[in-house]
């Protein structure tokens, strides 16, 4: 059995197709959800972890990149450049996991990597730039 | 008969400051003082209450001097970074916006735009000490025949930068909501539909002009923390109005008096003058700011006692109304209610998003009450305060 945290990106214009169903239907996949959210414009972004034959999986891929899904592993991580950080609070608006959130009465804002789905909302909504996205086996290296 | 109890001038206070007798103490620490003391009492003690802002300020900039070539040039058009700064100075005078962004940038062609690099970068990269590319062309005349320059300047070498902000320090800002069906992504940050979220972007009882709401003390040649330096307020900003409605306290329930400030970019520093990109919006700069308010009687000391509890805003809609010029509030919320993290709207709760920085603020007000204390920054006395 293989399985692989992936990050599906709908856009627009394909978000209400079925094409999770198929994966399971015609591609034999199994997945766990880890986590949704439609987001304006109806874009929606699904990370899911997806079970199956080394084969099936990709053609599973495949057919989800067809369909106009943007795929991306889930192997990539989050990280706060902390002399970036101003503690402003801007980014809890886009968060959807809490992974960013307030200390109150401080008002200092927390970022708690284990929250992260790596959803990437809070990196354009970041006015310093401080939330950036790095392949994890990189951190080996560093 | 004197109006009030306690009576201090500047150069009194000044005088502490030089012996190290003064008291100082940020404006968070002031409300418990006058709580527990009384104003009179808490005026006899503390000489200066510290305040501090730091937050986006789009109306900031910077007056650069990029020094003569030879042959001579009357620079027209000026890029620093291929960001275009403005060149109808004078010869090599430009002026940077800080909302400028670059030449090649993207803009909201695809929506929302990142913004990623502008004027508010271009002067924290000079700040941070950044070789920075700086173009200029021309038409030529006798005097000055050169059409095209180009070359690296850092902050070291450029003959004078000052950083000239037409409008800091809001007193009191809209809270945003969205009504809209969709997410908008506006300088008040991301705003998700059906009132999904209420952002604010104020200091609240830290914040200068709340402490002084009348602008009893501010005004030409008040002397302040601005970006990391000293600077001063030179003028009322753009905008400045104070006929806006008040409390019975006298603070203002929307949007009111503002700052023009200036001052030598060259003693500044990269933490406190912040590029940013504003995601949808544009580019900008945060800009850290705090004001030294004198105890000169305890009528000083009661304004400074104001908290979050006493300063309220109204909430505005960004999806439609505001675009439309249409001012309509959908009630009024305290900052105390909007710093704890939900506000009511129509019996629903709404969480909150700050875009100022606390963490900030108070660093700049302890920042300012350590200088003060140990004499390295003195009061500046208003020639005239600003207009009420
Ligand atoms: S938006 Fe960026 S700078 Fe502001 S609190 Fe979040 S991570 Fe820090
Ligand atoms: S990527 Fe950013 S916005 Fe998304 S969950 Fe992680 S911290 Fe939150």
Not at chain 2, 77 to 87: K, M, R, S
Not at chain 2, 202 to 227: C, E, M, V, W
Not at chain 2, 268 to 287: F, K, T
Request: charged fraction near 20%; aromatic fraction near 8%.
């Amino acid at each position: 059995m293989y399985s692989k945290i992936l990050i599906l990106r709908f856009p627009g214009d394909v978000v209400h197709k079925p094409i999770v169903c198929s994966l399971v239907r015609d591609y034999d996949l199994t997945f766990n959800i880890l986590n949704a959210t439609v987001f304006p414009r109806k874009e929606g972004i699904l990370v899911l972890e997806l079970y199956g034959t080394r084969k099936n999986f990709r053609q599973g891929v495949s057919y989800l990149k067809e369909q106009g899904v943007h795929v991306k592993n889930a192997e990539q991580e989050i990280k706060r450049k902390e002399e970036k950080c101003t503690h402003c609070g801007a980014c809890t608006a886009v968060c959807p996991t809490g992974a960013l959130s307030i200390q109150r009465p401080e008002m200092i804002v927390n970022f708690d990597q284990k929250k992260c789905s790596v959803c990437e909302l809070c990196v354009p909504a970041c006015p310093t730039r401080a939330m950036k996205v790095r392949p994890t086996n990189y951190a080996f290296f560093e | 008969m004197k109006e009030h109890k306690i009576n201090k001038t500047y150069q009194e206070i000044n005088e502490k400051i030089r012996s190290g007798e003064v008291v100082v103490v940020t404006a968070e620490e002031m409300i418990d003082i006058v709580k527990d003391e009384g104003p009179v009492e808490a005026a006899r003690r503390v000489d200066v209450v510290t305040t501090g802002t730091f937050a986006p300020m789009c109306s900031s900039g910077a007056f650069i001097n990029f020094g003569h070539s030879v042959p001579g040039i009357k620079a027209s058009e000026v890029w620093l970074n291929n960001v275009p700064a403005y060149g109808g100075v004078a010869a090599v005078d430009c002026y940077l916006g800080a909302t400028q962004p670059c030449e090649d940038d993207p803009l909201n062609k695809v929506y929302p735009g990142e913004f990623n690099y502008g004027g508010g970068h271009v002067i924290q990269d000079l700040l941070a000490g950044k070789k920075i590319h700086l173009k200029a062309t021309a038409y030529g005349t006798t005097c000055y025949p050169n059409r095209m320059i180009e070359k690296k300047v850092t902050l070291e070498t450029l003959p004078s930068a000052t950083l000239c902000n037409p409008r800091n320090g809001y007193q009191n800002y809209n809270c945003a909501i969205n009504l809209n069906k969709k997410t908008v992504y506006t300088y008040m940050g991301a705003l998700k539909p059906r009132a999904g979220n209420a952002n604010y972007c104020s200091a609240g009882q830290l914040s200068p002009l709340f402490n002084d709401p009348y602008y009893k003390t501010i005004g030409l040649g008040t002397r302040i923390f601005l970006g990391g330096g000293t600077g001063y307020v030179t003028w009322h900003g753009t905008q400045h109005k104070p006929s806006a409605d008040r409390t019975e306290k006298g603070v203002p329930v929307t949007p009111a008096g503002t700052l023009f400030v200036m001052g030598d970019l060259k003693q500044m520093r990269p933490e406190w003058l912040v590029g940013v990109s504003i995601q949808g919006y544009g580019c900008s700069l945060a800009v850290g700011l705090g004001v030294p308010i004198p105890i000169l009687n305890e009528e000083m000391a009661q304004y400074t006692a104001v908290s979050d509890e006493d300063i309220f805003t109204q909430i505005i809609d960004y999806g439609h109304d505001y675009g439309n010029g249409i001012s309509k509030t959908y009630g009024q919320v305290s900052y105390a209610e909007l710093k704890s993290g939900s506000i009511k709207l129509n019996g629903e709760d709404v969480p909150t998003v700050p875009l100022s920085s606390m963490v900030k603020a108070r660093e700049i007000a302890d920042i300012l009450k350590k200088q003060i204390s140990e004499g390295t920054f003195l009061l500046g006395e208003p020639q005239f305060t600003l207009p009420v």
